[in-house]
């Protein structure tokens, strides 16, 4: 039964900045974008990349490998892979923010 997790502090993540966490023993990404804050796959669905700890521009984190681009708030690929085009989603997780701690629902 999914649940929700104390994941990070909300000072912990400036705007535009991820990381990573392990909630529940799940590597989950967490990002600030903007102020609202997101849970994702840490790893890119292309080849298994971390996310986690890479800049935030506008909602959209790059992987470092082969470009794409994915939209942290819906999970959406906005940019495929370079190379062979890969544009599968993240999947993501639900936030909610109790005392200014970051919950993830796991
Ligand atoms: S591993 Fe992330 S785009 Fe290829």
Redesign the pocket.
């Known amino acids: 039964m999914p649940a929700f997790y104390d994941a990070i502090p909300t000072d912990f993540l400036e705007s535009g900045e991820s990381t990573t966490v392990n909630v529940d023993g799940f590597p989950i990404a967490i990002a600030n974008a903007s102020g609202v804050y997101c849970a994702f796959q840490n790893m ?6 971390p ?1 986690g700890g890479r800049p935030v521009v506008d909602g959209v984190i790059t ?6 681009k994915y939209d942290v708030r819906t999970g959406e690929c906005v940019k495929p ?3 062979d085009g ?1 544009s599968q989603g993240l999947m993501t997780f639900e936030v909610e923010v109790v005392d200014e701690v970051v919950r993830v629902k796991v």
């Not at 890119?44 to 990349?49: D, I």
């Open positions: 890119c669905p292309h080849q298994a990349t996310l992987c470092s490998q082969h470009a794409s892979a370079d190379g890969f």
